[in-house]
């Protein structure tokens, strides 16, 4: 997600390509033992409800026999009831609802575990998991199916999950696996800082039903279909070897696209006169990260005009950027950030909620060295670089000036952050300012060398920051676990650095 750039700038402030990395064969050949979701959805644009069948195909990995299985139910952080968990903090509550407090949740309705009824509950701190329990123990290698009928309530709220005035954004809108870590289910709820997502690659197989005058944009390939009679279209979109699967419906979408090698390239927009300026943003992005990190490895990127809060968001394949970005400038960043992120969460994916600067830093390092292969934009990365570090030294004066001591390390969940803003200069823009830092130290060429190995090593799995030292290494030659530490840990002063 985006946040960065726009309070930097309000406050004044490689082609080393790995061989078998990100084409398309390699979806094919990853995709042939994943999990699959086959999802059937029926979206009610007047109840602002989805109603769905989840089928669950799950093949036992966690090296444990499993007596429960559990899933997230991202929704209910939009219950008027969440407490833990909510999903918007009270600062951003005016602009998250500008039409007064709507309750978003999710309710299941059965589950079946391979055919058979079976107990489960609304458990986790804020009713924010689903936890079935097995009639017959699974172990290990052995597969089974979960069927959860669900309905998900939309809240009228400009949010990832949510309706506005123009658009209706469904992300994490449906049942989804936990993590299984150290012998149990990673449960982790919704939090305002940052993005909570943690979850493996995956199938997708999913039909939805929508009215007909909606345009409908969403993770995968799509082919849709029309029946006249009862003016209802329907969609059905195939994904492989994806994070998870999200979708945008608007009536008032117009498009323009464009095909770069093999990948369609669709950019949905409303009140514009030259949409085809940010779709050509979106190809300088998609060629330069081709470049500078490995080749994308699907064949439709979508980028969405939409009602957020924040700057954007990411999920495989689709993109929203905040039509409240009165900046030109600052959406284009948006854009460019917000599809480096298919790299960094999309095909190397993280655990978001426990490190979230290990996938935001590094694509808003991308993103700042995007300008300097890329003219004709108004942003530099010495400028982007510049106004980082002028923020971050402005940010920590002022807290200090009012709260005295600071804590200025990186390795914390967005949970321990007290407030947005010490997750935001934390997380993007310390976070930026240590890349810049460690290219100095190792030369430019040689980061782009270690961002390329790092997405190497890692693609189509889940990383965590002994990964990325590990790759960095292995691609400089040298010994960087005690430098990146220092950042992590915050035993680097930037006030001294900087002088």
Same mark, same amino acid.
Request: include cysteine.
């Given at each position: ?28 050949? =990853? ?26 195909? &799950? ?57 058979? @009824?079976?107990? &489960? ?28 009928? &669900? ?9 990832? #999950?949510? #309706? ?20 149990? $289910?990673?449960?982790?709820?919704? /939090?305002?800082?940052? *993005? ?10 999913? @039909? ?12 995968? /390939? ?25 979708? =945008? ?12 090698? !093999? ?7 409303? *009140?514009? *006169? ?5 779709? !050509?943003?979106?190809?300088?992005? %998609? ?40 900046? *030109? ?13 298919? $790299? ?12 979230? $600067? ?15 292969? !890329? ?65 100095? %130290? ?15 090593? !890692? ?19 040298? /010994? ?6 220092? $950042? ?5 002063? %930037? ?5």
């Amino acid at each position: 997600m985006k946040k960065f750039l726009t309070i930097c700038l309000s406050i004044g402030v490689c082609l080393l390509l790995f061989a078998g990395c990100g084409t398309i064969d390699d979806i094919q050949r =990853v995709s042939q033992d994943l999990n699959t979701y086959t999802i059937n959805a029926t979206v009610d644009t007047t109840q602002h409800t989805i109603s769905g069948h989840e089928s669950l195909t &799950f093949k036992n990995t966690t090296g444990a026999r499993l007596e429960t299985i559990c899933l997230h139910l991202y929704p209910n952080a939009f219950r008027g009831e969440a407490t833990t968990t909510k999903a918007v903090s009270a600062m951003q509550f005016e602009k998250a609802y500008p039409n007064g407090f709507s309750e978003g949740n999710i309710t299941i309705n059965g589950v079946t575990y391979n055919d058979s @009824t079976c107990g &489960f509950e609304i458990g986790g701190i804020d009713k924010n998991i689903l936890v079935v329990s097995l009639s017959q123990p699974l172990d290990e290698g052995a597969q089974c199916r979960l069927d959860i009928d &669900f309905v998900s309530l939309l809240p009228n709220a400009n949010h990832r #999950y949510g #309706y506005g005035e123009h658009t209706i954004n469904c992300g994490n809108f449906y049942p989804i696996l936990c993590e299984f870590e150290d012998g149990e $289910w990673v449960m982790r709820g919704y /939090n305002p800082n940052g *993005d909570p997502f943690y979850s493996e690659m995956s199938n997708y197989d999913v @039909t939805i039903q929508y009215p007909h005058g909606y345009t409908l944009v969403s993770t995968g /390939n799509q082919t849709i279909a029309c029946d006249e009679t009862t003016k209802i279209d329907t969609c059905t979109a195939v994904a492989r070897a994806v994070r998870d699967f999200a979708f =945008v419906l608007s009536n008032q979408y117009s498009t323009v696209s464009t095909v770069v090698g !093999n990948v369609t390239v669709n950019y949905y927009y409303y *009140d514009e *006169d030259e949409p085809q300026v940010n779709l !050509n943003v979106a190809v300088d992005a %998609l060629n330069t990260f081709n470049s500078m990190v490995g080749i994308y490895p699907y064949t439709v990127l979508n980028v969405c005009k939409s009602n957020f809060l924040q700057g954007g968001m990411e999920y495989p394949n689709l993109v929203l950027i905040s039509d409240e970005i009165d900046v *030109d400038s600052q959406y284009k960043n948006t854009i460019i950030h917000e599809i480096a992120h298919q $790299w960094f969460y999309g095909v190397v994916g993280n655990d978001e909620g426990t490190y979230p $600067w290990l996938d935001e830093a590094l694509v808003e390092y991308i993103t700042a060295r995007f300008y300097d292969k !890329n003219d004709g934009y108004e942003l530099t990365t010495s400028s982007v670089l510049g106004s980082a570090l002028s923020a971050y030294l402005l940010y920590c004066d002022m807290y200090r000036e009012v709260y005295g001591d600071m804590d200025t390390s990186m390795n914390r969940t967005i949970y321990d952050y007290k407030t947005e803003a010490e997750y935001i200069y934390m997380t993007y823009t310390k976070g930026v300012l240590m890349f810049d830092s460690l290219a100095e %130290l190792i030369g430019q060429n040689k980061i782009e060398k270690c961002i390329a190995r790092y997405y190497a090593d !890692n693609a189509f799995t889940n990383a965590t920051p002994k990964d990325l030292i590990q790759s960095f290494e292995r691609a400089s030659g040298k /010994n960087l676990t005690s430098y990146i530490t220092s $950042w992590l840990d915050g035993s680097v002063v %930037l006030e001294e650095l900087s002088n």
